[in-house]
């Protein structure tokens, strides 16, 4: 069965600290696709990044960096310089998949609460 | 703002009622998922609609049924409803035939409090 850990229940680090939230994740599929969701306390669901499992470079969007490694199952998430802003909780899901069409039904992990003291 | 409305934002009903929540997608997206968040399971998958027909099902109850219009907006309904139904329930959208590559939009939910 398809499933994603994220074993950081919360994490609490002083602004302009670097933090990495840590994703791992379980699937018998050769295609797929990893996300990055971030809950802010307002608790809306904003969408950060979509990865497919054929593309191992890591990407790098302002203070946002994620790093896809196949071989260890993970997608991490870095935040350099963090920010008070930056406090939220952050999902790391997986794209299900039927047969060889993904239904695109999301499975996520249970997520990360980021505190970032000023 | 994702451009995913949600209605109504908040709900405060009491048990054994029936509730509708409404979503409309982003314009051109021809898919609708459910999902539930409640602070004993998660983030949990409900349905999916592409095109006003069904296409995916999670662990949705029996008491929880949903439809997706001809003008795409959806609607979940839940009834018979019970103190443990409360919860965030999101909707969200994505636009493709290829529904898995996708990015899903989530709307702002709605927050259901069943008394």
Same mark, same amino acid.
């Given at each position: 069965a398809q499933k994603v850990t994220?074993?950081?229940?919360?994490?609490?680090?002083?602004?302009?600290?670097?933090? #990495?939230?840590?994703?791992?994740?379980e699937t018998r599929d050769t295609t797929y696709y990893l996300f990055w969701y971030k809950q802010p306390p307002s608790g809306e669901l904003v969408f950060l990044i979509r990865r497919n499992s054929f593309d191992e470079q890591n990407e790098i969007s302002g203070r946002y960096s994620w790093n896809f490694q196949k071989s260890t199952s993970s997608f991490n998430f870095t935040i350099t310089a963090s920010q008070v802003v930056d406090s939220a909780v952050y999902f790391c899901a997986l794209s299900d998949t039927l047969g060889s069409s993904n239904t695109g039904k999301l499975i996520f992990g249970q997520g990360t609460t980021l505190q970032v003291k000023p | 703002?994702?451009?995913? #409305?949600?209605?109504?934002?908040?709900?405060?009903?009491? #048990?054994?009622?029936?509730? #509708?929540?409404?979503?409309?997608?982003?314009?051109?997206?021809?898919?609708?998922?459910?999902?539930?968040?409640?602070?004993?399971?998660?983030?949990?998958?409900?349905?999916?609609?592409?095109?006003?027909?069904?296409?995916?099902?999670?662990?949705?109850?029996?008491?929880?049924?949903a439809q997706q219009f001809p003008d795409l907006h959806s609607e979940l309904n839940l009834s018979s409803l019970e103190l443990g139904d409360s919860a965030l329930y999101f909707c969200a959208s994505s636009g493709g035939r290829l529904a898995g590559i996708d990015e899903q939009f989530f709307g702002p939910g709605t927050r259901l409090t069943v008394l």
């Open positions: 994220q074993a950081q229940t919360e994490i609490s680090v002083v602004e302009k600290e670097d933090v #990495t939230l840590d994703c791992v994740y | 703002d994702s451009g995913v #409305t949600q209605t109504p934002k908040h709900l405060i009903t009491a #048990t054994g009622q029936r509730v #509708t929540l409404r979503c409309s997608p982003r314009s051109g997206d021809l898919s609708v998922y459910w999902y539930q968040q409640s602070l004993d399971q998660g983030l949990q998958f409900l349905i999916q609609y592409y095109n006003g027909e069904e296409r995916a099902k999670g662990n949705i109850l029996e008491r929880f049924s």
